[in-house]
């Protein structure tokens, strides 16, 4: 061999092995980073041909993958868009929300929990098939918290959750102004961009899902918190009679910015039953009971309850529910009432009314029952966790006699059922702005001695609704005694 053809062979093995060197570097040193790299189109259009597993209510799926006859094998579809929409959110090709993005390793197949069945589909040459995810929702309640919300009218804002108290078993979810996920999963992608900008540039915010994301005053809802602290203090029971009084002036303020009235209830004098404060709402009555307890166990009942937290892992985005800290009296008396910083989202008024139904134990919200194989076995069910002791377990009988009492004789009675007995309260709570009306709230539970299920209700808009008529009974009530109903006859 001479010398030329010498240079040119060895220059060929050095660039050989540079060839073998970068493969090798490609393969098993950045293989990981470069498949998670989202400007990875190859990986990404694999991702988005594949058939995903489904998202079940029951064994009916609310979003299923099905053949498709353009480029990409499957097409992500959502049976029932508009009602399951803020739950099962879409998956498109530029993103994934909601139960799509946070149950994506089981739908996309890449979840640990189906080794086995990735590695039959290799041995056999089949095509992968992600796992499926059954939802604890029951479709009786999400049909009946979604047409009670529609029926309030055109442009309504508001949402409602149902939970079951025993286990934390989220058994409805529903916010409007909703939206149809199919729109958003197109295999059009211009068509896909353009609806999302309309979406997101709209003022209702359709895409938002109120019922974790959204944090408003909860009026005299809060109340059952005020009272919890009030009875854990030991001063009082559901026997108690209570501060009462038309109106009540609050400490270190003058002039009507720091009066309190109960707005024509009657309210008594001086004493008034426990039972007859809970069930006319007196504002009067809570404003003192919360100066009483004082600011710090206002601040302690409250994070019992869940303020201040957030405990919900199946979707993404919860806001925490806030109540304040550092208070001066006048700040603890509007607090006591639901309003100053108080803000709640409809999720954690739900899971105040689900604490005291279950004896005072706070169960931590889930929505995924169970992860199921391709083939619809079930992989391990999710197991109720206690999140807090919120109240003791006679604290909780006495918050459902004053909240039974309410419903049978006070302002929340628009939620009772024949023979059935209902704890609920309302909440009427005013949004601090002069064009804007006062938000309407309902939370209950029923039955009150075995509870199956407890309801919080929340309207932010209702544009066909006079300003002087917005109060949670009328408008909360009605919605939350149907998802009680459709409960409890299941």
């Known amino acids: 061999m001479n010398k030329p053809i010498r240079t040119i062979a060895i220059f060929c093995l050095l660039l050989f092995l540079g060839l073998m060197l970068n493969a090798t570097y490609l393969q098993y040193y950045r293989a990981g980073d470069l498949n998670e790299d989202p400007r990875n ?86 095509s992968a098939k992600g796992g499926s995810v059954q939802l604890t929702i029951d479709p009786a309640a999400q049909s009946a918290a979604y047409d009670g919300l529609r029926a309030l009218g055109e442009g309504v804002e508001g949402s409602v959750v149902a939970i079951e108290p025993s286990s934390g078993r989220i058994l409805a979810m529903v916010s409007l102004p ?4 199919n729109e958003l999963a197109s295999h059009d992608f211009g068509a896909v961009a353009e609806r999302a900008e309309q979406l997101e540039a709209r003022d209702d915010e359709p895409l938002l899902n109120r019922a974790i994301q959204t944090r408003l005053p909860p009026g005299s809802t809060y109340k059952i918190v005020t009272a919890a602290a009030a009875i ?70 409250a ?28 700040e603890t008396g509007q607090s006591g009432i639901g309003q100053f910083e108080v803000a709640a989202t409809p999720l954690q008024m739900a899971m105040v009314s689900a604490g005291i139904a279950n004896g005072g134990t706070v169960m931590k919200p889930y929505m995924v029952e169970a992860v199921l194989t391709p083939e619809l076995d079930v992989l391990p069910r999710t197991e109720p966790e206690e999140l807090s002791e919120a109240v003791s377990a006679q604290t909780a009988s006495d918050l459902t006699e004053l909240m039974t009492y309410t419903v049978s004789s006070g302002t929340a009675s628009p939620a009772a059922i024949p023979n059935v007995e209902v704890a609920g309260k309302t909440g009427t709570a005013q949004s601090g702005q002069d064009d804007v009306p006062p938000y309407a709230w309902f939370t209950s539970f029923a039955p009150a001695d075995d509870p199956d299920v407890a309801v919080a209700v929340m309207i932010q808009s209702a544009p066909g609704t006079e300003r002087g008529e917005i109060a949670g009974g009328a408008l909360g009530g009605p919605i939350a005694k149907a998802v009680m109903e459709a409960v409890i006859d299941r």
């Open 178 to 181: 909703t939206y149809d996920p």
């Open 303 to 330: 994070e019992k309850f869940g303020f201040n937290s957030d405990y919900l892992e199946d979707l993404p985005n919860q806001a925490e529910s806030n109540f304040p800290v550092d208070m001066n009296p006048p």
């Open 41 to 126: 189109r190859r990986v990404l259009a694999e991702a988005f041909s594949s058939e995903r597993g489904a998202i079940l209510v029951g064994r009916t799926p609310v979003a299923e993958s099905v053949p498709s006859d353009d480029q990409y094998d499957f097409q992500r579809k959502y049976p029932q868009p508009f009602k399951y929409a803020h739950l099962t959110g879409w998956f498109s090709y530029f993103s994934q929300t909601q139960l799509e993005l946070t149950q994506n390793s089981v739908l996309s197949g890449d979840d640990s929990r189906l080794f086995v069945t990735r590695l039959v589909d290799l041995f056999s040459n089949s």
């Open 232 to 301: 854990e203090s030991g001063n009082y029971d559901a026997s108690s009679q209570v501060p009462g009084g038309a109106t009540y002036q609050l400490p270190e303020t003058s002039g009507e910015s720091g009066l309190i009235d109960n707005e024509g209830r009657d309210c008594g004098s001086t004493r008034i039953p426990f039972t007859q404060a809970m069930g006319n709402s007196c504002n009067t009555t809570f404003a003192r009971l919360a100066i009483e307890v004082g600011a710090d166990a206002m601040l302690e009942q």
